[in-house]
């Protein structure tokens, strides 16, 4: 996570971009974040690879689990998997440097899908 201006800002692979920006994306998990750095109902900016702001929302909820459990997890505006393997793939291609296993905390984060605005008027 960074900081771009004032707001928050949470990076996303460029291929989740278009998906976010649907609404289809509302969630991510993420082991990189530290204590209040993003409160819920307060807007953050969302950029992409290459850390240029594409849209802002606002955090509607952050919860924590394992990665066990968050595989488990059925919810809306996130893929879904099909074990906790899958997830750890996918978690080891974003946290290289990170010993990642089924007992790992990770933070989900939601934002309100009616609160995205596309980022052009935030700078």
Same mark, same amino acid.
């Given at each position: ?10 990076? %996303? *692979?460029?291929? /989740? ?5 649907? &609404?289809?994306?509302? *969630?991510?998990? +993420?082991?990189?974040?530290? &204590?209040?750095?993003? !409160? #819920?109902?307060? !807007? %953050? ?5 290459? &850390?240029?702001? %594409?849209?802002? $929302?606002?955090?509607?909820? +952050? ?6 459990? $968050? $595989? ?5 505006? /996130? +893929? +879904?998997?099909?074990?906790?393997? #899958? ?8 946290? !290289? ?19 995205? *605005?596309?980022?052009? $008027?935030?700078?």
């Amino acid at each position: 996570m960074s900081s771009t201006g004032s707001l928050p800002t949470l990076k %996303f *692979a460029d291929e /989740h971009v278009d998906a976010i920006l649907a &609404g289809e994306k509302t *969630a991510t998990i +993420r082991l990189d974040l530290v &204590g209040d750095a993003l !409160p #819920e109902g307060e !807007p %953050f900016q969302l950029a992409d690879e290459s &850390g240029d702001p %594409f849209a802002r $929302a606002v955090v509607e909820n +952050r919860s924590w689990t394992t990665v066990a459990m $968050a $595989a488990k997890i059925e919810f809306d505006g /996130h +893929r +879904r998997y099909e074990d906790s393997d #899958e997830l750890i793939e996918e978690l080891e291609e974003y946290y !290289p440097d990170h010993d990642i296993d089924w007992s790992t905390t990770v933070e989900l984060v939601y934002w309100d899908a009616d609160s995205l *605005a596309e980022s052009e $008027a935030v700078v």
